[in-house]
């Protein structure tokens, strides 16, 4: 039992202050005792009790109001509560299929509500001004947009409807709530069923539809080629690279100039390996392993050299910026730099001579390092290896340089296992996997899973991108750090924090938040307690929304998630443009230049961030779009499926062994009338019931497919 917190006076009323200031500092938001004491940082049993008695004191007194059981937010009746509040605050759009929508404000706090007939022509992920309505007892905060400040797309991606004097776009994106109109002089050659790309030419205030223009047409529905360039086109990424930079690509020479190898530390004659999947054709990074006389081992982490190709001010240089990122669609690469760069000169191709950016190690092998070497370097790798080929050499001994991977796997296990116990989070998602035909239609769904071969890369890449951060990062006696591109992770939020480990306690699973390690452990434990169970991919998916997001930034906070105080992207610049900053800096700061502008910088790494959400949002939506492929001739057929989530429209249902997420609509439960349970994750039906828990095991039938959205329906069989 905790023991009663005894205050003076004075430090009463100072924390009583520190409490109502939780509040006052969030007037659109509510609070249990537990997420007050999380925002305060105090830990103590005694404390928090502490707490919750003077939450109910302040309700009393009526200078809290209850928003619904055990959570309160400020009473702005209250003659105390003197804070002026804002009438309008910024935020994004969250738009809905029926045109109401909500904005996240930008300080993150109470979502505002807005009605479909007060969203004055915004559309989702805009950027707006909100005026906020007094709030409605029982209500959600609400509002009206009162002004556009930055529109989220350029482009809209759809099917076009033709008649005789004019046509609309009927677009795929399901939160755009309106077709757009476009006249007949406008479709540039579109026809009726085509899918196009669609410029938003105008927006009359009187008009319920936005007018547009035809900018391309992609083709015909349900081409591999055209889906995935509709994906792509969604989220406004460039189908295509410009003339200029591919001449510029197509004139670089095959050979390396003798004079730029005799500049750099020759490592042709040293063991070295590439491990990729089996399907890659970008190699960014190499390994290299040698013996060393004094019974230590030299380990080299080997990146392609992109600076070496791609200039600032050069056309390719403007394109990867633009870019940011590759994207990684089902059966397509879209790649950051034309493929004569990505796949050829720049790629850690076996046998050939290739230009990189080396980290090399002195090493023992318990991982221990003794010295760090970074400097431009020249290699040729002896072999390039599959993950599949690597793991089999890992779990048999037996295999082309087998005693040599031994070795790499072993010290990676010493540098994982480190990472661990200072409290690196362990994120094992399942990967989706296609096998498809020539014309990329999915012929079978597989899950790929992290192993050892894959961890043994992971480790040593983690190890190469935290010692150049820490090389550039780390203040030294008497010098100024100097600005530096890094990958940074913030602590999560502690009210996400609260309302996750409650979840997963209904749920039957225990999380210790006390310390940043316990967290990390009782994480780590979650994610191997719940493999193979319908929560799986639901926890997983709410672990990672309760984490912040990781980003590029010029200002180093560490990376919480990585337990690393130093973090940075370094290994694959021939996919990631920040790696290509980073190698530029190193290099210039290596050979003692002055430090860069912070104001250059951080936009450049606010755009690649932003690129990077886009390229993750165009990769989920192309395997959704192969999966509802898959299941298109599947319609009547039964599986074994897990529930994976549940909504008050009806129960998510995920297919054992594709992870094929589709929908039971409780209107097709026709036994009985459901009910869904929030706070115990279930549908239940009302008078015979029957439970339809998360993660219960169930037996479905494929009753719709609707490709065009990437929805699948599906039936419950009793």
């Not at 026809?191 to 319920?208: C, D, L, R, Y």
């Not at 080997?302 to 070496?308: G, Q, R």
């Not at 890449?461 to 992770?489: C, D, P, S, W």
């Not at 039964?638 to 529930?643: E, R, V």
Request: charged letters at 30%; a neutral charge; hydrophobic letters at 35%.
């Amino acid at each position: 039992m905790a023991k009663k917190k005894s205050l003076s006076g004075s430090e009463k009323n100072t924390f009583v202050k520190s409490v109502l200031d939780v509040f006052q500092n969030n007037p659109y938001s509510s609070f249990n005792y537990k997420q007050v004491a999380g925002r305060l940082g105090i830990k103590d049993r005694a404390s928090k009790d502490l707490i919750g008695v003077i939450i109910g004191q302040l309700f009393k007194k009526q200078e809290l109001a209850m928003s619904k059981r055990g959570k309160y937010q400020i009473n702005q009746e209250s003659p105390r509560y003197t804070k002026e509040i804002k009438t309008t605050i910024t935020g994004t759009v969250d738009m809905k299929q029926t045109g109401k929508a909500y904005v996240i404000p930008d300080d993150k706090t109470e979502d505002i509500f807005v009605a479909a007939t007060n969203t004055n022509h915004a559309l989702h992920g805009d950027k707006v001004q909100v005026f906020i309505f007094p709030r409605r007892k029982g209500h959600k905060l609400e509002g009206e947009i009162g002004e556009i400040i930055k529109r989220n797309k350029k482009q809209f991606v759809g099917t076009i409807e033709t008649s005789k004097n004019f046509a609309f776009l009927k677009p795929d994106n399901a939160s755009m709530p309106v077709d757009i109109f476009i006249p007949i002089s406008k479709l540039n050659g579109a026809k009726n069923g085509q899918k196009v790309v669609v410029v938003i030419t105008e927006w009359p205030a009187q008009s319920a539809n936005p007018f547009g223009e035809v900018k391309e047409v992609l083709g015909k529905p349900g081409d591999n080629r055209v889906e995935m360039q509709s994906i792509l086109a969604e989220i406004d990424f460039p189908l295509y690279f410009s003339p200029k930079a591919e001449k510029e690509a197509a004139s670089f020479p095959e050979e390396i100039p003798a004079a730029e190898i005799s500049k750099r530390r020759d490592f042709r004659d040293v063991f070295t390996i590439t491990i990729d999947p089996e399907d890659a054709k970008d190699f960014d990074d190499a390994i290299s392993w040698k013996a060393l006389e004094n019974g230590h081992w030299e380990i080299g982490v080997h990146i392609a050299d992109v600076s070496y190709y791609v200039r600032p001010g050069s056309a390719i240089e403007e394109e990867a910026i633009e870019r940011g990122t590759s994207v990684y669609m089902v059966g397509r690469t879209i790649p950051m730099l034309p493929e004569r760069l990505s796949n050829g000169l720049c790629s850690l191709k076996q046998g050939v001579d290739r230009l990189c950016f080396s980290v090399v190690f002195e090493m023992d092998e318990k991982a221990k390092i003794y010295s760090e070497w970074f400097g431009k370097t020249v290699i040729r790798s002896d072999r390039r290896f599959s993950y599949e080929e690597v793991q089999a050499i890992i779990e048999s001994g037996v295999g082309a340089y087998s005693s040599e991977i031994e070795i790499l796997n072993k010290v990676a296990y010493k540098l994982r296992d480190d990472r661990f116990q200072k409290g690196s989070f362990n994120f094992e998602t399942q990967e989706v996997r296609f096998k498809l035909d020539d014309q990329g239609k999915p012929l079978g769904i597989y899950l790929r899973e992290m192993k050892d071969a894959n961890k043994l890369i992971e480790d040593f890449m983690l190890l190469a991108n935290r010692k150049v951060a820490e090389y550039i990062g780390k203040k030294r006696e008497n010098q100024t750090v100097k600005t530096f591109v890094y990958r940074v992770h913030d602590t999560p939020n502690p009210e996400k924090l609260e309302n996750f480990t409650q979840f997963v306690e209904r749920l039957g699973y225990k999380l210790k938040i006390s310390s940043k390690k316990s967290l990390a452990d009782s994480f780590n434990k979650l994610f191997n307690d719940i493999k193979g169970t319908g929560t799986e991919t639901m926890i997983e998916t709410i672990a990672i929304r309760t984490m912040s997001k990781a980003y590029y930034s010029t200002n180093n906070i560490g990376h919480y998630g990585l337990a690393f105080q130093f973090y940075s992207h370094f290994t694959s610049p021939i996919r990631r443009y920040p790696d290509l900053m980073v190698h530029r800096l190193l290099f210039d700061y290596m050979h003692h230049a002055s430090s860069v502008s912070k104001e250059v910088y951080e936009p450049m790494c606010e755009h690649a961030s932003e690129m990077e959400r886009r390229a993750t949002d165009a990769e989920r939506m192309s395997v959704k779009y192969k999966q509802a492929e898959y299941m298109l001739d599947k319609v009547g057929q039964q599986f074994d499926a897990l529930i994976s989530g549940v909504s008050k429209w009806g129960i998510f249902a995920e297919i054992i062994g594709t992870k094929c997420e589709g929908m039971i609509r409780l209107r097709d439960l026709e036994d009985d009338y459901y009910y869904l349970d929030e706070e115990n994750y279930q549908i239940i039906g009302q008078r015979h019931g029957n439970r339809f828990k998360l993660g219960d095991k169930l037996r479905i039938r494929v009753k719709r497919i609707d490709l065009a959205r990437k929805q699948m329906d599906y039936e419950w069989i009793p």
